[in-house]
C-alpha cells in the first residue's frame, strides 16, 4: 500500500513566521503534489514535482515555495505566513510520467495562522 | 479556463436510498476523470476514467464517463451511513512530463439511519 505521511496533523502559527510543512512518501513515487483544501472552493493545486530538484508553479502558487532535495520528500513552505494561508494542506504523490496511475494523499495538515 | 464542476454540492439521503453525483467538465488537454471519497482525512482514490462509455465497478458504487457531453456520474445504490463522506470529482490535464488534476468542489453527502 502506498503511504503518504505528512509530519502533521494540527499546527498553529503566528503571522509572519517561516512554517514548513512535511510531507514523505514510500512508493519511490516521481511525481509530489502540494494542495490546499477550503470550504466551497475544493482542493486546489499550489506546487508540483516531476522529479528531484523540479519544481512547477500550480494555480496558487503566491506566498508559497517548494523544496524537493529527496525523491520521497517534498516539503511546502510558507515564507511569512498570513491569515488567510490558514486552510486544510493536503500532499499527494504518483508514478511518473506514462503511468496512468491515481495520486495517493496523505491526511493532511490542518494549519490555522494566528 | 479549465474547470471542474460538481452537483449537488450537498446532498441528505436515508439509509437504502441511491444516489447519483454528477460531475461535468471543461478541460482542453484531457488524460483521464478520477473520483475520490474524503471521510475525515485523505482522500481515498475510488476509479479511474479514460473512455466513454465503459462503466467501472466496485460494490455499489460505479461510474461512467461521456467524453462527447464531458460529464461523469457515480452512483451509490443502497447507501449506508458509513457512505457519508465528501466526494471529490478530478480530471487529470496533460501537462509537460505528466498530468495534474483540476479538482471539482466536491458533493458532501450524508446518510441518515
Known amino acids: 500500500d502506498v503511504k503518504v505521511t505528512q509530519s502533521s496533523r494540527y499546527l498553529v502559527k503566528r503571522t509572519g513566521e517561516k512554517v514548513f510543512l512535511e510531507c514523505v512518501q514510500d512508493m519511490d513515487h516521481e511525481n509530489m503534489f502540494w494542495y490546499r483544501q477550503d470550504p466551497g472552493l475544493g482542493l486546489r493545486l499550489i506546487y508540483f514535482s516531476y522529479d528531484v530538484k523540479m519544481k512547477e508553479k500550480g494555480d496558487i502558487p503566491e506566498g508559497y515555495s517548494v523544496s524537493r532535495e529527496k525523491k520521497e520528500r517534498f516539503s511546502l513552505i510558507l515564507e511569512s505566513a498570513s491569515t488567510n494561508q490558514t486552510s486544510m494542506y493536503l500532499c499527494a504523490s504518483s508514478l511518473g510520467h506514462g503511468y496512468r496511475q491515481p495520486q495517493h494523499f496523505g491526511d493532511g495538515t490542518r494549519l490555522s495562522i494566528l | ?113
Open chain 2, 1 to 113: 479556463e479549465d474547470k471542474v464542476v460538481q452537483s449537488p454540492l450537498s446532498l441528505v439521503v436515508h439509509e437504502g436510498d441511491t444516489v447519483t453525483l454528477n460531475c461535468s467538465y471543461e478541460v482542453t488537454n484531457f488524460r483521464s476523470l478520477l473520483w475520490y471519497k474524503q471521510e475525515k482525512k485523505a482522500p481515498t482514490f475510488l476509479f479511474m476514467l479514460t473512455s466513454s462509455g465503459i462503466e467501472k465497478k466496485s460494490g455499489r458504487l460505479s461510474s461512467i464517463l461521456d467524453k462527447k457531453e464531458l460529464f461523469s456520474i457515480l452512483n451509490i445504490t443502497a447507501t449506508q451511513t458509513g457512505d457519508s463522506a465528501i466526494y471529490l470529482c478530478a480530471v487529470e490535464e496533460i501537462y509537460n512530463q505528466g498530468g495534474k488534476l483540476i479538482f471539482g468542489q466536491g458533493t458532501e453527502l450524508s446518510v441518515k439511519p
